[in-house]
Structure formats: structure tokens, C-alpha cells
């Protein structure tokens, strides 16, 4: 019973039998290939095959296992004894021993059957691919093919119709092209005779064209003189113009100083007519002391006009301060600014441009002059005399620029004072000077002004202005060189820096508590 139940299996003969299968499935696979609808059937046929063969795989690996008990049919007596069934299979499967061996590697065959039917499946199917990609590309082939042979077939309905009419071209027809071609033939002789001319034409211009560039090099030549000219003239105006603002500065100088004479003199013959025939009092001596006094203003003027700068330059100058008076909340009618020594009037035009309220004070006749021609408001008075006259707590701020240099030690004092008094609560006072710490300034530049008294030390006007009174007195230095050879990261260079292109000015900023 169990030799009819697996039957001899020869495991050579299975393997030449399937070789044999593929070898001659082989020459059949383009003619599939080529029949597009019979290649999905062959491929599910190949799915069947490969299905069926890994069955007998899996059922050869079944056979091939050791037996650890008997069928549920033989699940009986005498079978059923425990020493005769262990018995009994150990003879079973020691008779079987070669049979596993058999079926194990039948089972091993056939899965390796199944691989290679697997892989020829995958061929398959892409060369059906690769088929049905040329047969695109054939189609489209074909398709052009009959595009050509339609234009091909409809060009020689075309020169079938032309050689028809060619045909039927008549002898006047012929006449007709002969007497086209000898006009044509007298065209090209006009035309060569036109191309002559034009040939001779474009000589002339050529000729033309060159003393074209003549006369443009000669032209340029002139005009590049013209240039020199042109700049030799700018270079004389330059000259004359300097000369003629030279020459008005001159003539506003002796206008100036004779206005001073003439009034001076004016003034020594009026008292002298009321005093004829008696003396000169004292007190009209010391009026003409007080009058001689004014007899440099017209200088003085002059000088500040040269060295001081332009207008425009000190009115940039200026302009650090402007928010320093927006912060103190002065220059209102309630808090006007007093500006003394006024000089041009810079400062006073700064603050009116800024909606400021201000009032110009000075001694110079020429400057106040100056000042009133520009509408702003200036009076000639002594500072100290000036102030004292005014209540006290009546101004917002005082200012003064370049001034303090020009007073005595003692005149200093009465200034700081009588500005204390006279600034409200919270007023500002703002004066600035030469900075003798830069050496050139403190060594040269500071007596380049015939009227200064002598150079004031930072630290010193501050502590000074703070003794007399003014709170949180503070130093702004203003206007350093430019261009400095000297490198400020390393310590002796910053020195050497500040000794000689260091700020050129410095402010006193205080305040009334």
C-alpha cells in the first residue's frame, strides 16, 4: 500500500522531460510574441503551470518528511499500541529513507523548474513590451509613409497640369516671350548703364567724403582752440570775479570806516558849534572817548569777515545747538534768547528760521548794522550794562559765541553772574570758545584775533560756571580736523591725534536750578 502510494519517481529522466519541454517551447515565443491577442492566454497558462508545479513541490516536500505519526485511518487496534506504533514507524521510515531522499530532491527540481518558468514569464512579458513599442513606431511609420505617398500622388497632379498647359502654349504666346526677353535685354543695358553712373556718382561721394574729414579735422582742430579760449576766459572771470568780491569787500571796508569818521567828525563839530566860543566840559570829552571807541568797528568787522568763515559755514556750525534749545523749551515770547556779542547775526538768523524768539546784543556798530539789514532784531548796548538792566528771571537762555575770550577775568565773572540772575528756572546757558587743548588753536590760531585776552582751559570754565551758580554744567567739544595722519585705536597715536587735529572749539552748557 505504501509502495502504491508513492510510486519510483526518476528525478533524471522529470529534468530531461522539462528541459525538453522548454527547448521546444523556445522557437514558438516570437510567434506568440507576434500574435498580440493570443500572449495574455499563454501567460496565464504559464501562471497554471508554474501554480501546478509549486504544488508538487510543496506535496514532494511533504512526502520527503520523517513520519511522527500514523494516518487517522490506521488510528486503531492493534495500531494504536504504543510500542508497535513507535516500532512501526521506525521500520516505515527507515524503509523510506531513500523515497524521502528521492522526493526531497524532486521537490528541489521542481522549485527550480518553477523559478526558470518565472523567469520566462517576465521575458515574456517584456518582449510583448518591446513588440508593442515597434508596433507603434511601425504604425506611425506606415502612417507617415501614406502622408508621403498622398503629397507625393498630389505633386504629380500638379506637373501633370502643368506640363497640360505648357502644352498648350500657343506661337503668339512664344512671340510674346520673345519680346518679354529683348525688353529684358534692354533692361540690363539700362541697368548697366545706371550701375555706371551710380559707379561714378559714388566716386564723387567718395571724394566728397574725404574732404568731409578734412574739413571735420579742421573743424575739430578750431573747436578744440575755441576750448582753450574758452577756458583761458572762465579762467579770467574766475580772476575777476575774485578781484571784484575783493575789491567790494575794500569798498564796503572804507564805506564802513568813513560812515565812522564822517559820523565821529559830524558829531566833534556839533558840540563844538553849541560850545563856541566857551571850553569842552568833562562829560563832552568823555562822549568823544566813548565815540572814539568805535573808530575799529569797521575793522573789527572786516577782520571776522576774513578769518571768521562764511555765513553758511557757521550757520552749519551752529546748528548742534538747535536741539539743545528744543530740549530746554525756550526761545518763546514768555522765554526769549538773548544772544551776546551777536556779531553777523548767524545765530540769530538760525533761531528765527526755527520759530525761535531772540534778540541780538553787541558794541559793534558795523555788525549791528548788518544784523538790522536782515531784519533781525539787534541793539548796540555793553553786555554787563545790558543785563543789569533787565529783571530778573526774564530770559529762557543766554547765549554767546566766541565772546567770553574777549573779557577780563573780572568782566567773566559779572557776566556768569548777572546771566544767573537774569535767566528763568530751568534756563540754559550756552557759550563757546577756542579749545586750547589742540596746540595749534592754543599756540597759534587763538591770537590770530588781536582783541582776545587769553586762552581758557576746559575743565577750569567749567568748574568756574559751576562755582558761580549754573547747574549740571557740562563740555561740548565741537570741530575736530578732518583728515587726521594718526591712528586713534593705538594709545600714542590718540594723543599725538587729539594734540593736533582734536576738537578746535568747546561749549559751556548750564543750566539755573
Not at 509549486?54 to 516536500?61: K, R, T, V
Not at 576774513?306 to 528744543?326: C, H, M, W
Not at 543785563?387 to 559779572?414: D, K, M, W, Y
Not at 587743548?437 to 560756571?465: I, K, W
Request: aromatic share 8%; proline share 4%; glycine share 4%.
Amino acid at each position: 500500500m505504501i509502495e502504491a502510494n508513492n510510486p519510483e519517481i526518476n528525478i533524471e529522466e522529470l529534468k530531461q522531460k522539462i528541459t525538453e519541454e522548454v527547448s521546444r517551447r523556445q522557437p514558438d515565443l516570437l510567434t506568440v510574441l507576434q500574435h498580440d491577442r493570443h500572449v495574455n492566454g499563454a501567460i496565464a497558462k504559464e501562471v497554471v503551470n508554474i501554480s501546478h508545479i509549486e504544488a508538487l513541490a510543496s506535496n514532494a516536500e511533504f512526502k520527503a518528511q520523517v513520519r511522527t505519526h500514523w494516518p487517522k485511518k490506521f488510528d486503531r487496534f492493534p495500531f494504536n499500541v504504543g510500542w508497535l506504533k513507535k516500532y512501526s514507524l521506525k521500520i516505515y521510515n527507515f524503509i523510506q529513507k531513500e523515497q524521502r531522499v528521492v522526493n526531497f530532491s524532486l521537490s528541489q527540481g521542481l522549485r527550480e523548474v518553477a523559478a526558470i518558468e518565472q523567469r520566462l514569464s517576465e521575458q515574456v512579458a517584456e518582449l510583448k513590451i518591446q513588440m508593442s513599442s515597434m508596433s507603434d513606431r511601425l504604425s506611425s511609420t506606415e502612417a507617415r509613409i501614406a502622408q508621403l505617398g498622398d503629397r507625393l500622388g498630389s505633386s504629380e497632379s500638379q506637373l501633370a497640369r502643368i506640363r497640360e498647359r505648357l502644352n498648350s502654349v500657343t506661337q503668339e504666346q512664344v512671340t510674346q516671350i520673345h519680346a518679354t526677353q529683348e525688353q529684358v535685354k534692354q533692361n540690363r543695358e539700362r541697368l548697366n548703364a545706371s550701375e555706371e553712373r551710380v559707379s561714378q556718382n559714388s566716386a564723387r561721394i567718395h571724394a566728397s567724403e574725404f574732404n568731409l574729414e578734412q574739413f571735420s579735422d579742421r573743424l575739430k582742430l578750431t573747436e578744440e582752440g575755441l576750448n582753450g579760449i574758452g577756458i583761458r576766459i572762465s579762467s579770467m572771470d574766475a580772476h575777476l570775479l575774485a578781484i571784484e568780491d575783493r575789491h567790494n569787500r575794500n569798498d564796503s571796508y572804507l564805506k564802513n570806516d568813513l560812515a565812522q569818521q564822517k559820523r565821529l567828525i559830524t558829531l566833534f563839530l556839533e558840540e563844538a558849534r553849541q560850545r563856541l566860543p566857551g571850553a569842552f566840559s568833562q562829560e563832552h570829552l568823555t562822549s568823544f572817548f566813548d565815540e572814539n571807541q568805535h573808530s575799529l568797528d569797521a575793522f573789527y568787522a572786516a577782520f571776522e569777515e576774513q578769518f571768521r568763515g562764511s555765513r553758511e559755514d557757521i550757520t552749519n556750525k551752529l546748528k548742534v545747538y538747535l536741539p539743545k534749545i528744543a530740549a530746554a523749551n525756550v526761545g518763546t515770547p514768555d522765554a526769549p534768547i538773548l544772544d551776546v556779542g551777536c556779531g553777523r547775526g548767524e545765530w540769530l538768523e538760525l533761531l528765527r528760521d526755527n520759530g525761535y524768539t531772540a534778540k541780538g546784543l553787541d558794541i559793534n556798530r558795523v555788525t549791528i548794522e548788518q544784523c538790522q539789514s536782515r531784519g533781525l532784531e539787534a541793539i548796540e548796548s555793553d553786555v554787563i550794562t545790558y543785563l543789569r538792566s533787565l529783571p530778573e528771571n526774564s530770559l529762557g537762555a543766554v547765549t554767546g559765541f566766541h565772546i567770553i575770550e574777549h573779557l577780563s577775568f573780572a568782566q567773566l565773572l559779572n557776566l556768569i553772574t548777572e546771566v544767573l540772575r537774569v535767566l528763568q528756572p530751568n534756563g540754559i546757558a550756552i557759550f563757546e570758545t577756542p579749545n586750547p587743548q589742540n596746540l595749534l588753536v592754543g599756540a597759534c590760531d587763538f591770537y590770530s584775533d588781536p582783541t582776545h585776552q587769553r586762552p581758557l582751559y576746559p575743565e577750569s570754565m567749567q568748574f568756574l560756571f559751576t562755582y558761580q551758580g549754573l547747574h549740571n554744567v557740562q563740555l561740548l567739544h565741537l570741530n575736530p580736523v578732518e583728515s587726521s595722519p594718526f591712528d586713534r585705536e593705538e594709545p600714542e597715536m590718540r594723543i599725538l591725534h587729539n594734540w593736533f587735529f582734536g576738537p578746535r572749539d568747546y561749549a559751556l552748557i548750564g543750566y539755573k536750578v
